[in-house]
């Protein structure tokens, strides 16, 4: 069974760091590439970053370019999220979600609020 | 960027009815490969998204055949035979063919 669990989950002041992970079960993490696509309270899902299988291709979504840094561990099977500069608008619930036919499996997320 | 349009906001349906859920994009999702890549997620209430439909008309693994995926180059259509009070929830389109992916806004789906 396929399984992502996130972790990191917190409360954070504005302009401060916060790092996600993601530890995989269930496949061969190394084969596939890795998302994290957030989702802020009572709104939409937001994609924000995307890793290649084997770390050599990197994509982030303007509202976190130069703040975020998606990468990954294949011998620990966990995806991380470092995240700088944190604002307000950051406040949301992170989920980690493979990339094969699409988002094929998500994380149960963690919540992520920034507000002095 | 790709923007990705749904309609309705919402949509109330009886048991066993069918439901349609449109999405637009902003531009063509057909590649020279052949492929559209368009998708549609469900997330249930309380729950993550969960993938239905992929490359427009593929259904994804464990989903139920009552749900199907149409459409062109940018118009594209999930419909909902006989629904059941587990389809509630909020459904939404999204496109993987260029960067940044993209979702819509959302439709909820309730039940009458």
């Known amino acids: 069974e396929v399984q992502l669990v996130e972790s990191g989950e917190g409360l954070v002041q504005p302009g401060s760091s916060m790092k996600l992970s993601c530890v995989a079960s269930?496949?061969?993490?190394?084969?596939?590439?890795m998302n994290w696509i957030r989702q802020a309270p009572k709104k939409g899902l937001e994609w924000i970053a995307l890793?290649?299988?084997?770390?050599?291709?990197?994509y982030y979504a303007d509202s976190v370019k130069g703040r975020f840094t998606i990468s990954r561990d294949n011998s620990k099977n966990t995806l991380y999220l470092e995240m700088n500069s944190l604002r307000s608008e950051d406040t949301a619930m992170y989920y980690c979600?493979?990339?094969?036919?699409?988002?094929?499996?998500w994380g149960q997320g963690v919540m992520v609020t920034v507000s002095s | 960027d790709i923007v990705m349009t749904q309609a309705p906001l919402s949509v109330s349906v009886t048991p066993g009815e069918s439901a349609s859920i449109s999405c637009r994009s902003s531009k063509s999702l057909l590649h020279s490969n052949g492929i559209t890549y368009v998708y549609w997620y469900l997330q249930k209430p309380g729950k993550s998204p969960q993938l239905l439909i992929y490359?427009?008309?593929n259904l994804a693994s464990g989903v139920p055949d009552r749900f199907s995926g149409s459409g062109s180059e940018t118009d594209f259509t999930l419909k909902i035979s006989r629904v059941e009070a587990e389809d509630v929830g909020i459904y939404y389109c999204?496109?993987?063919?260029?960067?940044?992916?993209?979702f819509g806004s959302g439709t909820k789906l309730e039940i009458k």
């Open positions: 269930g496949f061969t993490f190394s084969n596939y590439g």
């Open positions: 490359r427009m008309s």
């Open positions: 979600a493979t990339f094969n036919y699409g988002f094929d499996y």
């Open positions: 890793i290649y299988y084997d770390s050599s291709s990197k």
């Open positions: 999204g496109q993987l063919l260029e960067n940044p992916l993209t």
